[in-house]
């Protein structure tokens, strides 16, 4: 079983709609939550860290559920340039971060 | 600009043919850790570091050396490369104090393939 596991899609949504990802993880020793964004073939780059609290920046809202062990990510109002992976990450501290293998999400007009 | 550069972005080699790929960070990061990413199988990791002088082994180490001689570098070296090392390798820095932010930036990628 993977540490971080994730639905890979892809999501295929028209502009405008509202898209949520669920990813699971498998370490209860796992401290620190993040997505990260991928553009095909590019570098991942840090879309947002993810608080036990929730936390929410413009169109996009993360939150955790320690007691399932699951991390979702809602996306509203997409945008064509929201199309890219999203990379669910869990770790257990700064040094050692597992990444999960991505959700394609695919905005058309 | 802050950053993380790898060099080359691209090769084409063939088996057993010793090779390293450099990876430099200009932002003081301490730590810094080489991924593997596989269609199906995610980002994982290869090696990390978390000072100077200090690597340790990720998850799928086997075939692969580093080394931390300098801060800002941290060059991937495979000295038998074999063709299941054909990937798309990427370094990452990032702070390791608890106070700094704990994002880790990743450099452009290298698309290693070996015949």
């Known amino acids: 079983r993977k540490e971080v596991e994730q639905d890979p899609g892809p999501f295929n949504v028209p502009e405008g709609a509202t898209v949520a990802f669920n990813c699971t993880y498998s370490?209860?020793?796992?401290?620190?939550f993040f997505w990260y964004r991928q553009d095909c073939r590019k570098e991942p780059k840090l879309l947002m860290s993810?608080?036990?609290s929730g936390n929410e920046d413009g169109r996009f809202t993360a939150q955790l559920n320690r007691a399932s062990q699951y991390i979702s990510l809602l996306i509203r109002d997409s945008k064509l340039s929201d199309s890219a992976t999203y990379l669910c990450v869990a770790g257990t501290g700064r040094r050692a971060l597992t990444f999960g293998s991505g959700t394609r999400l695919q905005v058309q007009p | 600009e802050a950053q993380v550069t790898q060099n080359p972005r691209y090769l084409i080699t063939v088996t057993g043919k010793k090779l390293t790929v450099t990876c430099s960070q200009n932002m003081n990061h301490e730590y810094m850790s080489w991924y593997r990413q596989d269609p199906g199988l995610g980002l994982r990791q290869i090696y990390y570091?978390?000072?100077?002088?200090?690597?340790d082994k990720g998850d799928v180490p086997e075939g692969y050396k580093v080394s931390r001689k300098e801060k800002r570098n941290f060059p991937l070296i495979l000295e038998s490369p074999s063709p299941n090392q054909t990937s798309l390798y990427f370094c990452a820095s990032s702070f390791l104090l608890p106070d700094r932010p704990n994002e880790q930036f990743f450099g452009p990628g290298t698309r290693l393939t070996v015949l």
């Open positions: 370490n209860s020793a796992s401290q620190s």
């Open positions: 993810v608080y036990s």
């Open positions: 570091s978390m000072n100077v002088e200090v690597t």
